[in-house]
């Protein structure tokens, strides 16, 4: 590749990463409705106008931010997991990870949530350059969901799962969990106990309802 291209992609890559990280710290502060360009552009040392260079406007930042976060989350993710460890290491290493992320941006995450709901709402003004970036929060969500399936598969194959939940089945419910935890966090305004909140999580994944067995089948049988 030209060096000159090279060295344009580099300045480029290095001002739209100091324009999302000003755009975290004004978006955790004010909120996404009351953040405006100029604030961004001041905080990242721009003009208002520089930074029509690089994001259309501030709906478009906002999504790019939201979407590299959930990226690094995934490689943090990624990382976190040990294949010599057993399935609960595994899964604590990857819920302190995931709340830890949130914990550290959760006034962001409060705006991600009330930006969601905006967008489903006005869908149709959303420009196409919108609309795409838009569905990619939810991909990255999904990446994040698979490499639960990939730690639950792992833990099966090592006999340390007997559930006969399907493994795909067994991610969506631990997923809802975690989600139901945050949105309480959400609801409340404020982060829990993160480590209570693990050890809670970890000893229900571990022991379920502790429901008696012959309990199991009227249970169904009412339904």
Known sequence: MDPKVIREQTVRETKTTLILDA???????????????????????????????????KEEIFLSLAIRDLENLYHQLETSVNSEINFLKNLEKMLITIFTFFGENFALFLSVSNFQTMCKIHKEKLSEKHKLLFAEVPSKFRKIMEQQVMLIRAARAR?????????????????????????????????GDVKAEIRQLLKFMAHGLGCPANAEDPIISTM
Do not use: C, P
Not at 161 to 179: E, K, P, T
């Open 23 to 57: 755009a975290r710290k004004v978006f955790s502060e004010k909120g996404f409705f009351d953040a405006r360009l100029e604030d961004i552009a001041a905080v990242a040392g721009f003009s208002k106008a520089a930074l029509y260079t690089y994001y259309t406007d």
């Open 159 to 191: 006999k340390e799962i007997q559930s006969d939940i399907d493994d795909s089945q067994l991610a969506n419910y631990l997923g809802a969990l975690v989600r139901g935890i945050i949105f309480q966090w959400q609801l409340t305004g404020k982060m």
